[in-house]
């Protein structure tokens, strides 16, 4: 089982920038591929990006393409969400989870564990 506690969330101008981090535990954490999920109010939870076992592949939503890059970090158990140019529609609660290995070699990317969310607000 891998436990996962977000961290970096908040209040930040259009065009700003915000650096979301994800701290796992579990000696397990580098056997799964990760990911970054966000939902807004009366809107359903969306894939944002993922990142391989190793970090090699990474894949984005299309509406954060070229402003957001995920990045991991296997020795620390960390994986991290670096959100530049960010707008208001990037306001959301931003989820970091283990993606169901089956699911990465498919991208359909859903989440197997969860953390419990950090707030994402952007305003204009």
């Known amino acids: 089982q891998v436990q996962l506690v977000e961290s970096g969330g908040g209040l930040v101008q259009a065009g700003g920038s915000l650096s979301l981090s994800c701290a796992a535990s579990?000696?397990?954490?580098?056997?799964?591929?990760m990911g970054w999920f966000r939902q807004a109010p009366g809107k359903e939870r969306e894939f944002v990006a993922g990142i391989s076992w190793s970090g090699g592949r990474t894949y984005y939503a299309d509406a954060v393409e070229g402003r957001f890059t995920i990045s991991r970090d296997n020795a620390k158990n960390t994986v991290s969400l670096q959100m530049n140019n960010l707008k208001p529609e990037d306001t959301a609660l931003y989820y970091c989870t283990a993606l169901e290995r089956s699911s990465w070699l498919s991208n359909s990317f859903i989440g197997r564990y969860w953390g419990q969310g950090t707030q994402v607000t952007v305003s204009s």
């Open positions: 579990g000696r397990t954490f580098s056997s799964y591929p």
